[in-house]
């Protein structure tokens, strides 16, 4: 999924972002929030997840090198990481596990207590951490790419690829989210489910790209 590029190209960098962080990856998860956040509320979440992946991202991309250096990580280890974080969160949304679901008393503990509408904004927000503020497949790939470049130049070309996908994220969250929030629940859940299937596998073809990566496995075995 991911591979270094001796040349980078801005539209093969933009569409590994779309493949890896776009709004097929996060317009789900924003249609569940917005079951039980208002217009307003929604608007908040949508723009300050948006800026905070946009953050992330830019960091990772720009300071790419120094973050490799300090914690002593390889390109293998970064998509062994994010590959098997990404393959866990997507196996847990198959078997209908929320990890930021609040189940202190007073709460349902289904999905629709994913954002709280006594605290909409930082529950939302905190929804959204995973699929989308820090999604381990896009910072795995911001890394990756980003390594593979020698020169600011490069990077900020990353940068600004991963910055327009976060943008269309949210302008497609903005135009989406509520519509999905109004379709019903198993409906949701269905769709969650059967995309999580395929994010998983996304998730072991990044970690076995790893493993090749160290020599473990040889190209094409997988």
């Not at 709280?116 to 910072?139: E, Q």
């Not at 976060?166 to 929030?181: K, M, S, T, V």
Request: glycine share 8%; with cysteine.
């Amino acid at each position: 999924m991911i591979v270094a590029m001796s040349s980078l190209n801005f539209a093969d960098i933009l569409v590994t972002f779309l493949a890896l962080l776009g709004p097929q990856k996060v317009l789900l998860a924003f249609g569940r929030i917005a079951r039980t956040l208002d217009s307003r509320p929604l608007r908040v979440v949508i723009v300050s997840t948006a800026a905070a992946a946009i953050c992330v991202g830019v960091v990772c991309d720009l300071a790419a090198p120094w973050l490799a250096t300090f914690f002593h990580i390889s390109d293998a280890g970064v998509e062994l990481a994010g590959g098997l974080v990404f393959f866990v969160y997507a196996l847990c949304m198959v078997l209908g596990i929320h990890f930021d679901i609040d189940a202190s008393p007073g709460h349902s503990g289904t999905a629709d207590a994913e954002a709280d509408p006594a605290h909409p904004v930082t529950s939302g927000f905190r929804a959204m951490l995973l699929p989308f503020v820090v999604s381990p497949l896009a910072v795995a790939a911001a890394l990756e790419i980003s390594l593979s470049s020698d020169d600011w130049a490069g990077r900020w070309l990353v940068a600004g690829a991963f910055t327009l996908v976060a943008i269309i994220d949210a302008g497609c969250a903005l135009l989406f989210a509520p519509l999905l929030g109004r379709a019903h629940e198993v409906v949701l859940d269905a769709l969650s489910r059967l995309l999580s299937v395929l994010l998983a596998a996304v998730g072991v073809e990044l970690f076995l790209g790893g493993l090749t990566a160290l020599g473990l496995l040889h190209p094409g075995s997988h």
